[in-house]
């Protein structure tokens, strides 16, 4: 699996195929993305609205979009946020991982959030911080069986949604075997 970073030149947005790519992920998830209630119609999904999304979370300068490919095809994106907005919360955040219905249960979504939990252990973090809507419980048992706990029931930030707030540990990284810790 392949994966990179979303970057949009300054004044810029998201190229066409791109777009594409990104609005055929969205729209291939039909049941979160009724659940979520991000887009007006879960079954009518447009190229301008997932723009809008993206163009909207990339203008802060903590999120970061990560588009993971296998074979060169987009099965999964994840967007994170390197500062919560209240700070009160010294975590990183996930604030979505979606993976394509398509290719679920073959390990993408797992490979791409090991390697937004590695990013943020070099970073020098110690844990990271998700949110998952109450209505999903298929989500809860994925970030469980990942190792997140829940702390927290609350709404969510922008439209109040229940959600189950769930937070893991990173692990320090163990000195190479022979080598000597400080």
């Not at 994106?77 to 679920?104: F, K, M, S, Y």
């Amino acid at each position: 699996m392949i994966i990179d970073l979303l970057r949009l030149a300054p004044g810029g947005g998201i190229p066409a195929p791109l777009l594409t790519e990104l609005t055929a992920l969205y729209a291939a998830d039909r049941d979160f993305q009724a659940l979520s209630g991000d887009f007006p119609d879960p079954d009518d999904i447009r190229p301008e609205q997932v723009a809008a999304a993206l163009t909207g979370e990339l203008v802060d300068p903590d999120v970061e979009v990560l588009l993971a490919r296998d074979s060169g095809r987009l099965v999964a994106a994840a967007i994170t946020l390197a500062r919560h907005p209240d700070p009160a919360d010294p975590d990183p955040w996930i604030g979505l991982l979606l993976v394509d219905p398509a290719v679920q249960r073959q390990g993408h979504g797992r490979r791409l959030a090991s390697h937004v939990e590695e990013r943020f252990r070099a970073a020098g973090r110690i844990a990271v911080r998700l949110a998952v809507l109450e209505n999903n419980p298929k989500g809860l048992a994925f970030w469980t069986a990942l190792g997140y706990e829940v702390i927290a029931h609350r709404g969510d930030r922008r439209l109040g949604r229940p959600c189950a707030v769930l937070r893991k540990v990173l692990p320090t990284p163990r000195p190479a075997s022979g080598a000597l810790a400080p």
